[in-house]
């Protein structure tokens, strides 16, 4: 079946500092790409949407500039953190989809900034 | 706007135990429902569904069913294995897929 490579599982990083992660569909092509996040105890919760060669639609609260999503091949979604703060350590989760395949979630990626 | 609210873990049961928990929703229309499961180090998988009032989705011992009058999606398994041992998601989609928060479920031998 459908799935989605997501690297790195866990990475923890200094505050300021930058932290790409990044999405890869395996056997099919992704037109879209979701990016969710989850603090502790929280739902998971849409950050962005994007599609293949497009600018992502970031939901409401969610800074653009802070979070940078690159979908410029079907195949590959990157979610960049830039100037990462405490704050911003939580759980990031990308699910690709496509016509006639489903939500496809990758592993999950735990940032922990420090 | 659409929400979901399950049950809060962690749960933990012994092999062959019954389990249910606990889903209810909150949409404006008729949404579709969906149970998702995340093993260990893996992905959210798709559990089942269920797209209409009544459907009843099933996969591997794991049913729920849509209960359009309770606003409810409750998952039950008749007898749980340690390898059922994963976090639980229920969701909805309308306009988009949302989540609830997760259940920890541990099945102890």
């Known amino acids: 079946g459908a799935v989605v490579s997501q690297h790195p599982s866990r990475v923890i990083c200094k505050s300021g500092t930058s932290v790409k992660i990044e999405c890869r569909s395996l056997?099919?092509?992704?037109?879209?790409m979701f990016w969710y996040r989850q603090f502790p105890k929280q739902s998971l919760m849409l950050m962005a949407t994007?599609?293949?060669?497009?600018?992502?639609?970031?939901e409401q609260g969610v800074e653009k500039d802070k979070f940078l999503i690159n979908h410029a091949s079907l195949t590959l979604s990157t979610l960049t953190v830039t100037s990462a703060h405490p704050e911003d350590s939580s759980f990031y989760i990308c699910?690709?989809?496509?016509?006639?395949?489903?939500?496809?979630f990758g592993s999950g990626t735990r940032l922990t900034v420090v | 706007g659409d929400s979901v609210t399950q049950m809060e873990g962690p749960v933990t049961l012994s092999e062959e135990a019954f389990l249910t928990i606990n889903c209810t929703y909150t949409?404006?229309?008729?949404?579709?429902l969906f149970w998702y499961v995340q093993y260990p180090g893996e992905g959210l998988q798709l559990l089942l569904k269920?797209?209409?009032?009544?459907d009843k989705g099933s996969n591997k011992g794991f049913e729920a069913t849509y209960r359009k009058e309770t606003t409810s999606f409750h998952l039950e398994k008749g007898s749980v294995q340690v390898s059922d041992s994963a976090v639980y998601f229920c969701a909805l989609i309308e306009e988009k897929l949302v989540f609830g928060k997760g259940t920890k479920l541990t099945v102890n031998p």
């Open positions: 056997d099919f092509q992704a037109t879209t």
């Open positions: 949409a404006t229309g008729y949404p579709s």
């Open positions: 269920a797209t209409k009032a009544d």
């Open positions: 699910s690709g989809t496509s016509q006639g395949v489903g939500y496809t």
């Open positions: 994007s599609n293949e060669g497009s600018k992502a639609t970031y």
